[in-house]
């Protein structure tokens, strides 16, 4: 799962910089956590679950500044 936290934490880096939100793939209840605890303490993005399982995913949006 550290491949999903890169991933995470990369996609955070560029809607930080592009400030335009990017939608993950479609993941599992632990995935989606392991996604929002590795942004939790990101600057200027947050996430939020969307859709309904099994095709829940995670967005990762810019914060309003």
Known sequence: LMYLERTAKRIA?????????VEMDNMNSYERLVVHNAISNFK???TE????????????????E
């Open 44 to 46: 200027g993005v947050y």
């Open 49 to 64: 679950s969307v859709g309904e399982e099994p095709n829940r995913h995670v967005v990762i949006k810019p914060k309003e």
């Open 13 to 21: 880096k560029e809607v930080a910089q592009t400030k335009i939100p």
